[in-house]
């Protein structure tokens, strides 16, 4: 059984990707301002990561080209207040750990656009150390047609007495998505939009 995986931007931002693409792959974007060449050339990076890292789930992979995902969409970028949550519960997200937190209620967002509103709920690893990176599994209307069934992951930072930018478009499948022997965190039951999300990564058969 392989060990679960770190959270994709950690990774790039310490691997592959050069300095050239800092700013794209920002966890928390400067702006809302919206760049489509900036989204393209990510995951034209992620694709590299993902052949050359070892461990990675299409590591030396001669037939694997890029992962699937929707058009750049605009109409899902959204920016909150960070509301924190004091003496947030604790969950128990990772099928190997049964019965053993794993995670912890860190703060939750308001998501608004027209007549949508929603909660999203941020997370803590707790075995992650930075004081600034957290995490945000959710589930959305489009699991299991367009995306992958599991649900999908952002990667958050958040700077104390600042708003946050949640750009859908960086919108993540855990590995599991495409080996089915990785272990990776559960999306909790708070985090299941009311809505389909059409940005980000697709689902990928395997």
């Known amino acids: 059984m392989k060990l679960k995986p770190i959270y994709f ?6 691997a592959i990707i050069a300095a050239t693409f800092f700013s794209i792959i920002s966890l928390t974007p400067k702006s809302p301002v919206f760049n489509s060449n900036d989204i393209l050339s990510f995951r034209k990076a992620k694709n590299q990561f993902l052949v ?12 694997f080209d890029s992962l699937i995902y929707y058009t750049p969409n605009e109409m899902e970028i959204y920016k909150s ?3 924190l949550v004091k003496d947030g519960a604790e969950l128990d997200l990772m099928p ?13 967002l308001i998501l608004e656009k027209e007549t949508w509103r929603d909660t999203l709920f941020v997370l803590k690893d707790l075995t992650e150390q930075s004081d600034s990176l957290y995490f945000i599994p959710f589930a959305d209307k489009g699991n299991g047609r367009e995306s992958y ?3 999908r992951y952002l990667d958050l930072t958040i700077k104390p007495g600042r708003q946050v930018i949640i750009d859908f478009n960086f919108a993540y499948n855990p590995y599991c ?11 909790p039951g708070c985090n299941q939009l009311s809505k389909e ?4 990564e697709k689902n990928y058969p395997f």
């Open 9 to 14: 931007f950690g990774i790039v931002s310490l």
């Open 52 to 63: 050359q890292k070892v461990d990675a789930p299409f590591y030396n992979n001669a037939n």
């Open 81 to 83: 207040d960070v509301f």
């Open 96 to 108: 190997d750990r049964p019965g053993y937190p794993s995670h912890k209620i860190h703060a939750y």
């Open 149 to 151: 069934g599991g649900g």
């Open 177 to 187: 998505a495409y080996q089915a022997d990785f272990v990776c965190p559960k999306i």
């Open 197 to 200: 999300i059409k940005a980000g």
